[in-house]
């Protein structure tokens, strides 16, 4: 038999995939081109590995030295893990030998960092560029006005390879009061896919306030928290 726990996150999940399905639906989207990232911070290895177990196999951490417990603790798995939080320069050595993919690319001088040490280990990675979509002084995030000039820096760095765009939009009780972001999001996507080409193809925005609207607007990924795990110890 279950435990209760194990139980508790499969009805979460069957919960969160129902509703992919019907926001998927109202706009001819498919579910399996939505990607679910579990955000795993805060939480236990314990329930990732049940949610690993139910098919759920890329997660997101926010901290290197909480990620790097979990990473070790579950490296029986194949968990592709992405860095979603905010990284200094100093955590960079460990989080590139760490992560899949690096999120939240969103300074020149982190750019800079990773570009120094991923070419002396002689290796490229996948990343994502974080927009301040709301232009929000307290978020972190490439401001609009900056992404084409930050595009033109990246572009010369030849060991980072831009798959797309990851936000993390105002916090809104509503969600459709999110969805004009999510739309710019999509806009600002369209622009600098020349800059990037075809690998240029992720959109990471959406979480368990908003991640309907996200499809809706085309998000490839959604990072989900608290709807997939529960609340956060
Ligand atoms: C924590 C976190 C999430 C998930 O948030 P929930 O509201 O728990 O779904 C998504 N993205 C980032 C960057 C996060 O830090």
């Known amino acids: 038999m279950k435990g209760e726990l194990e139980q508790t996150l499969l009805r979460n999940l069957n919960y969160v995939k129902e509703r ?8 001819a989207r498919k579910p399996e081109d939505i990607k679910i990232l579990g ?8 329930k990732i590995r049940f949610l690993y177990n139910y098919g759920i196999t890329l997660f997101g951490e926010n901290y290197v ?3 790097e417990e979990k990473i070790t603790a579950l490296e029986d798995l194949s968990i592709e893990w992405h860095f979603i939080g905010r990284l200094q320069t100093n955590k960079v050595k460990r989080a590139i030998k760490l992560f899949h993919m690096i999120e ?5 001088e982190l750019a800079l960092e990773l570009e120094k040490r991923l070419s002396k280990e002689n290796k ?13 002084p307290t978020k972190g995030g490439i401001r609009v006005e900056e992404l084409e000039s930050f595009c033109e820096v990246i572009q010369q760095l030849k060991h980072l390879e831009v798959r797309g765009l990851m936000c993390l939009p105002p916090l809104e009780e509503d969600a459709n009061r999110v969805r004009p972001y999510f ?23 959406g979480t ?3 991640f309907e609207v996200a499809i809706e607007e085309g998000a490839t990924i ?12």
């Open 20 to 27: 992919i399905a019907i926001a998927c639906n109202k706009v």
């Open 39 to 46: 955000a795993s911070k805060r939480q236990s290895p314990e």
């Open 65 to 67: 030295q909480e990620a």
């Open 104 to 108: 939240t690319v969103d300074r020149k």
């Open 124 to 136: 490229t990675m996948p990343i994502l560029l974080e927009v301040n979509i709301g232009g929000e």
């Open 183 to 205: 739309v710019k999001m999509r806009e600002l996507f369209e622009r600098f896919k020349p800059f990037f080409g075809e690998s240029f193809r992720e959109l990471s925005m």
């Open 208 to 210: 368990s306030h908003d």
């Open 222 to 233: 959604i990072r989900l928290g608290s709807i997939l795990f529960g609340p956060r110890l």
